[in-house]
């Protein structure tokens, strides 16, 4: 069955299902309903999690031994798949076989960016449907960002004035896991109550997460010696490089749409179509557009791809070497 993330805290509370999809481009979202499932296994004695990343080296019948073989001291156990790219490849037939007779002491949850729409035609996704659930996340319109970010900022006990509530969804541009990290910042500096646009402009001064946005740019920009020095200030605060992660590969992806696109529009105003009104951000689109082809804009994403599995765990570099990385990739010319 499928069910919306609002209606999965009721959907749990009836009972647990064998195995759970979660997919979709909002990390800050995939990760809060992932994290509700995981505590509902935990409280059902789940304890004990295995995790596999299904890039290509993962080798799927070490995958379908965990599922037939017995846990140590009887254990319940949790296991967690990551598809990065919302496709199972070889691992179709494994997870097929598994949804055939769903073992009880196994909780699955499957981890998908957007899933592929051939996935749903196949006959894993029909079995799973069948046997658990899944759980499609979708982004929040652009239109509806302030109402969401009010809402947080409520759940925080915080109060945004109308001024304050507009300074913070421009600054943020539809970043649902900035937006979380920022309330976050806010509801530590003020202590809860009423934010104006006195305190935004000053936790903006005090705050290094919009040096995030900032290193975004610069990347675009192709000036690696700033953006370099910007990657250590981040790594020093322990940032989460998720937020800017998402930010940029929204942007490389924007670039890529504006080299296909045969129509009459300027740049600038085909940006603006898009959604792009930040003068900073336009020039550094546009001049990375002039900058980069199409090959060396792939392979950025693919970076991009490397630290966010890096940033989970996986691999045994940090995000923030793969990302000085990044930043002399962008800083080449085509």
Wanted: net charge neutral; charged share 25%; glycine share 8%.
């Amino acid at each position: 069955m499928k069910t919306q993330p609002a209606q999965l805290p009721q959907l749990l509370k009836k009972g647990l299902a064998p195995v759970y999809l979660v997919s979709g481009d909002e990390p800050l979202l995939v990760q809060e309903c992932c994290d509700q499932i995981r505590k509902a296994a935990r409280d059902a004695d789940f304890h004990d999690r295995l995790t596999f990343h299904a890039d290509n080296n993962l080798d799927w019948n070490s995958v379908a031994d965990e599922f037939g073989a017995m846990s140590l001291f009887a254990e319940k156990r949790r296991i967690e798949i990551h598809l990065p790219n919302g496709k199972l490849g070889n691992g179709r037939t494994t997870l097929e076989r598994v949804l055939q007779n769903p073992p009880d002491d196994i909780i699955l949850l499957l981890i998908s960016t957007r899933l592929d729409a051939a996935e749903t035609r196949r006959k894993w996704y029909k079995d799973l449907q069948s046997k658990g659930v899944h759980v499609p996340v979708w982004p929040i319109d652009a239109d509806k960002f302030q109402g969401w970010l009010q809402q947080r900022a409520s759940n925080h006990g915080l109060q945004l004035t109308r001024g304050a509530l507009s300074m913070l969804a421009e600054r943020l541009e539809g970043n649902l896991l900035a937006a979380s990290q920022e309330l976050d910042r806010l509801s530590l500096l003020t202590n809860g109550g009423t934010i104006d646009e006195e305190t935004i402009e000053q936790a903006v001064q005090d705050s290094s997460r919009f040096n995030g946005f900032e290193l975004v740019t610069e990347l675009l920009a192709g000036r690696a010696s700033h953006a370099s020095k910007i990657i250590g200030v981040l790594q020093q605060e322990g940032e989460n490089p998720l937020g800017l992660l998402t930010v940029l590969s929204r942007d490389l992806n924007l670039i890529l749409e504006l080299k296909a696109s045969s129509g009459g529009d300027s740049p600038s105003a085909f940006l603006k179509k898009r959604g792009v009104f930040q003068p900073q951000r336009a020039r550094a689109i546009e001049q990375a557009n002039r900058r980069l082809n199409r090959p060396q804009l792939h392979s950025a994403l693919e970076l991009c791809g490397t630290i966010d599995r890096a940033a989970k765990g996986f691999g045994d570099r940090s995000p923030w070497h793969y990302l000085r990385d990044l930043s002399t990739l962008l800083a080449s010319r085509s």
